[in-house]
């Protein structure tokens, strides 16, 4: 199989009081592997799709042949989304971010509060299911924006309408938190920044920064 269901990074209790562990047992351990396998299903007898990763397939969908695009673009990207919600949680987490990622977002957004409240604005205006995200985009700057479903802004404006490298993503997809808030998407939202790992954030961001084009 081309691609894996990568483990969670820690108990799936981990999260709690702000995600309860049953949400993260379902959402893992179900949605999450469900994309995976889709994925994997679309992308057999493909071994040139099988040997990328999965950040090179979604920013090149052009090149994925017509009759699976949809089908790499809906669960590679459900794939690719969830595994960085994943990874930019954790236990002992919120607060707020440090250094350079810290200046920038006041740079661009004029406070840290500032940057929340126009985060949490962008999830609770995205009708239906979808992502909001921080991402780095072409100029190298900081920019907020929502998507719908599982398009990520790698995959570019012709298709996210928004384009730049991710570094920080929030589910806004019902399965997410409708457990615990049931349809209190704004509860939720302002919750999950008890469990963001700014540390991961970070790590993203000057990755991101390394590998932006400038145009």
């Known amino acids: 199989m081309a691609f894996e269901l990568p483990p969670l990074p820690y108990p799936k209790t981990a999260l709690e009081p702000y ?28 071994p040139e799709l099988e040997a990328k990763p999965i950040e090179a397939i979604l920013s090149d969908l052009s090149s994925v042949p017509e009759k699976i695009r949809t089908a790499v673009r809906n669960n590679g990207g459900g794939h690719y989304a969830h595994t960085l919600f994943w990874n930019i949680m954790g236990p002992n987490a919120g607060g707020s971010p440090t250094g350079e990622l810290a200046d920038e977002i006041k740079a661009t957004f004029g406070s840290f509060d500032a940057f929340k409240e126009k985060f949490e604005a962008e999830g609770l205006a995205r009708f239906g299911s979808g992502w909001v995200w921080l991402f780095v985009n072409k100029a190298g700057k900081l920019e907020i924006a929502s998507t719908p479903n599982h398009d990520a ?49 970070t790590r993203y961001y000057q990755d991101a920064k390394k590998s932006v084009v400038v145009g």
């Open 19 to 46: 995600i309860d562990a049953l949400t993260m047992e379902i959402h893992h351990g179900k949605h999450h592997a469900a994309y995976v396998a889709n994925l994997n299903k679309a992308i057999a007898g493909y």
């Open 153 to 201: 802004p790698i995959m570019g404006m012709g298709i996210a309408g928004c384009e730049g490298k991710p570094i920080m993503v929030c589910d806004v997809w019902e399965h997410a938190y409708y457990l615990k808030y049931q349809n209190r998407r704004g509860d939720f939202l302002k919750a999950w920044w008890n469990v963001v790992n700014w540390a991961a954030v």
